[in-house]
């Protein structure tokens, strides 16, 4: 009886060959799954499963996992404000978790003996999938066969065509990997540390020109609604956003980062819908948060983001700063107003019933009906009292 392996499959080059060596050559019973994060139409995920049963899998599971993507990860990114080095919002590494999540239970709905993953030995997604792979299903084998074979493109290609698979020989100028919470897009551009992407490699194009304003509507920190649009998950808002913020050309960057296995790369990716979310949510806290607050937030959420991008979404004390992100959004209710411009965008201000920005408490800068001058005379006096005395000290001691 031939063992179950479970593959993520993507219809593309590499797990294209993995069905056929895991098959044909290993004498496993594949089932193919392919988890949707945002990134494929419909159209575009059945002939995928049409592609997987010619090339002969026991079966075929397509999981949309687009809403399940943003309650289990993307609104703790938004809850946290979280960009990588300041400058990413994480839209593949939080995206390939999500995916392992779901193909190891998937292996464990089927009982399955082994699980496979079309990742190279050279970059982060191994480690990420392999990681949860190990934390889900212990003892379930790993198989990696275009890492551990070490294959180039062009030996896989001849691979398929000597087993009657037609693969398209001609390689991509540019890899692009689209998902919910943005599309990274890799060229030779960004092989060095010199580079920009060209005009005609970003996925989206620019067509608009001319500023709009956005109203984005805010309720406990997630986003539901757009102008007089209202969305039943926040997953619909920030697809619609996207259509409305993507022609401007507006998220698109490189990012230089860190990778897990210890070297530096860059990437192109685009996200508009994402860095305006962002960006927006950020402006509604610093109007209704403390201080300390969002102190706080800001070093939990840089922790949590640098966690996440290592793959460590399952490690306990994930957990626990989600409860805190989640509870420090009881008042990031209102409305950010947004215009959108070619390549940028501006805040214009926001609206909401928490703002702590009152008039009736003081104007910044003019006055403040909550004490008065000779109340901040003495605050001073005893706020700076502690280094006051080291001074005193000091002097003292240097008398000496």
Same mark, same amino acid.
């Given at each position: 009886?031939?063992?179950?392996?479970?593959?993520?499959?993507?219809?593309?080059?590499?797990?294209?060959?993995?069905?056929? =060596?895991?098959?044909?050559?290993?004498?496993?019973?594949?089932?193919?799954?392919?988890?949707?994060?945002?990134?494929?139409?419909?159209?575009?995920?059945?002939?995928?499963?049409?592609?997987?049963?010619?090339?002969?899998?026991?079966?075929?599971? !397509? +999981? &949309?996992?687009?809403?399940?993507?943003?309650?289990?990860?993307? *609104?703790?990114?938004? =809850?946290?404000?979280? /960009?990588?080095?300041?400058?990413?919002?994480?839209? +593949?590494?939080?995206? *390939?978790?999500?995916?392992? @999540?779901?193909?190891?239970?998937?292996?464990?709905?089927?009982?399955?003996?082994?699980?496979?993953?079309?990742?190279?030995?050279?970059? &982060?997604?191994?480690?990420?999938?392999?990681?949860?792979?190990?934390?889900?299903?212990?003892?379930?084998?790993?198989?990696?066969?275009? *890492?551990?074979?070490?294959?180039? *493109?062009?030996?896989?290609?001849?691979?398929?065509?000597?087993? %009657?698979?037609?693969?398209?020989?001609?390689?991509?100028? =540019?890899? @692009?990997?689209?998902?919910?919470? %943005?599309?990274?897009?890799?060229?030779?551009?960004?092989?060095?540390?010199?580079?920009?992407?060209?005009?005609?490699?970003?996925?989206?194009?620019?067509?608009?020109?001319?500023?709009?304003?956005?109203?984005?509507?805010?309720?406990?920190?997630?986003?539901v609604g757009v102008n007089d649009k209202q969305f039943s998950h926040p997953s619909e808002a920030i697809q619609y956003l996207q259509t409305l913020a993507g022609p401007f050309g507006i998220g698109r960057d490189i990012h230089v980062g860190d990778t897990i296995i210890g070297i530096k790369g860059r990437v192109g990716f685009?996200? #508009?819908?994402?860095?305006?979310?962002?960006?927006?949510?950020? #402006?509604?806290?610093?109007? $209704?948060?403390?201080?300390?607050? /969002?102190?706080?937030?800001? !070093?939990?959420?840089?922790?949590?983001? &640098?966690?996440?991008?290592?793959?460590?979404?399952?490690?306990?004390?994930?957990?626990?700063?989600?409860?805190?992100?989640?509870?420090?959004?009881?008042?990031?209710?209102?409305? +950010?107003? $947004?215009?959108?411009?070619? =390549?940028?965008?501006?805040?214009?201000?926001?609206?909401?019933?928490?703002?702590?920005?009152?008039?009736?408490?003081?104007?910044?800068?003019?006055?403040?009906?909550?004490?008065?001058?000779?109340?901040?005379?003495?605050?001073?006096?005893?706020f700076g009292n502690q280094t006051i005395i080291w001074n005193a000290v000091q002097q003292e001691n240097n008398k000496d």
């Open positions: 009886m031939s063992k179950k392996i479970v593959l993520g499959f993507s219809g593309g080059l590499d797990t294209t060959f993995c069905v056929k =060596y895991l098959s044909e050559d290993n004498g496993y019973e594949v089932h193919s799954i392919i988890v949707n994060t945002g990134g494929f139409s419909d159209e575009e995920l059945q002939k995928i499963e049409q592609h997987a049963k010619n090339l002969g899998v026991k079966s075929h599971t !397509t +999981v &949309n996992a687009v809403k399940t993507y943003y309650d289990r990860i993307i *609104r703790y990114l938004v =809850y946290g404000n979280v /960009l990588k080095n300041n400058t990413y919002p994480l839209s +593949v590494s939080a995206e *390939r978790l999500s995916q392992a @999540i779901h193909i190891a239970e998937h292996v464990q709905k089927l009982g399955a003996d082994a699980v496979a993953h079309g990742s190279t030995g050279a970059g &982060n997604d191994q480690v990420r999938f392999d990681m949860v792979f190990h934390i889900m299903i212990p003892g379930v084998e790993i198989i990696t066969p275009i *890492r551990d074979l070490k294959l180039s *493109r062009e030996a896989e290609i001849k691979y398929l065509q000597e087993k %009657g698979v037609d693969m398209n020989a001609e390689k991509a100028m =540019y890899s @692009i990997n689209k998902g919910l919470w %943005g599309t990274s897009v890799g060229g030779k551009e960004t092989l060095s540390s010199k580079g920009m992407l060209p005009e005609s490699a970003w996925p989206t194009q620019m067509t608009k020109s001319a500023a709009e304003e956005v109203e984005l509507n805010f309720v406990k920190g997630e986003l685009e996200a #508009a819908a994402p860095m305006v979310i962002l960006k927006a949510h950020h #402006a509604l806290e610093k109007h $209704v948060l403390t201080k300390w607050q /969002l102190q706080w937030k800001d !070093t939990l959420s840089q922790f949590y983001g &640098n966690w996440l991008h290592e793959g460590q979404i399952l490690d306990p004390v994930m957990r626990d700063i989600e409860a805190y992100l989640e509870h420090s959004q009881q008042n990031v209710t209102g409305k +950010v107003f $947004v215009s959108l411009l070619p =390549y940028r965008f501006q805040i214009i201000g926001i609206e909401s019933n928490f703002d702590l920005m009152n008039s009736k408490f003081g104007k910044y800068g003019e006055m403040n009906s909550g004490f008065t001058g000779e109340d901040v005379r003495g605050f001073s006096k005893i």
